[in-house]
T-cell receptor
């Protein structure tokens, strides 16, 4: 597997502000994804972060609310914009395409976001 | 509609017992994943099942895949307390490895 880090690990934010979450991998990977997981719930895919091009968003998620960057094969950011309490959740990045285990998807430790 | 259904959603059992978690899915897929999540933690990859009839085992956990029935099972043998966690199955449905997730099975194993 790979070492995946996310920053920040948690944050408490005010309504109307924005937060950028970083995901860093210690190996080059083919795919990077961003998920949301509300407490006690399952995971929902927000988008696929594409290297060098615009992210591919799932139904119900839009670029204006969740802009994503992926400047290279080891790094991606997710911004949660104009936050409201409904955005309180755990945000997880995942990666796929490691040479040692190409078909497996590995997850970062998550960012726990609370919006007041 | 793409659906992944797990059952049971909650399971409380005694140490030493055997049990099975079921994962049914509605789309054609040859790729199914099982993950474990401990409270307050991220997800740990347990198994990747890539073809019909695939069976994988790790310790007291064994996973299988029947793509014709669109069913995967996660079997727990002689459960121990350390296996208490939430278990998720996920199905790869798209051309770009997007995963659709089950609701999760919260497993509590009592000593």
């Amino acid at each position: 597997s790979a070492v995946i880090s996310q920053k920040p690990s948690r944050d408490i934010c005010q309504r109307g502000t924005s937060l950028t979450i970083q995901c860093q991998v210690d190996s080059q990977v083919t795919m990077m994804f961003w998920y949301r997981q509300q407490p006690g719930q399952s995971l929902t895919l927000i988008a696929t972060a594409n290297q060098g091009s615009e992210a591919t968003y799932e139904s119900g998620f839009v670029i204006d609310k969740f802009p994503i960057s992926r400047p290279n094969l080891t790094f991606s950011t997710l911004t949660v914009s104009n936050m409201s309490p409904e955005d309180s959740s755990i945000y997880l990045c995942s990666v796929m395409g490691l040479p040692s285990s190409y078909n497996e998807q590995f997850f970062g430790p998550g960012t726990r976001l609370t919006v007041l | 509609e793409l659906k992944v259904e797990q059952n049971p959603l909650f399971l409380s059992m005694q140490e030493g017992k055997n049990y099975t978690i079921y994962c049914n899915y509605s789309t054609t897929s040859d790729r199914l994943y099982w993950y474990r999540q401990d409270p307050g933690k991220s997800l740990e990859s347990l198994f990747v099942l890539l073809s019909n009839g695939a069976v994988k085992q790790e310790g007291r956990l064994m996973a299988s895949l029947d793509t014709k029935a669109r069913l995967s099972t996660l079997h727990i043998t002689a459960a121990v307390h350390d296996l208490s966690a939430t278990y998720f199955c996920a199905v790869d449905w798209g051309s770009n490895y997007q995963l659709i997730w089950g609701a999760g099975t919260k497993l509590i194993i009592k000593p």
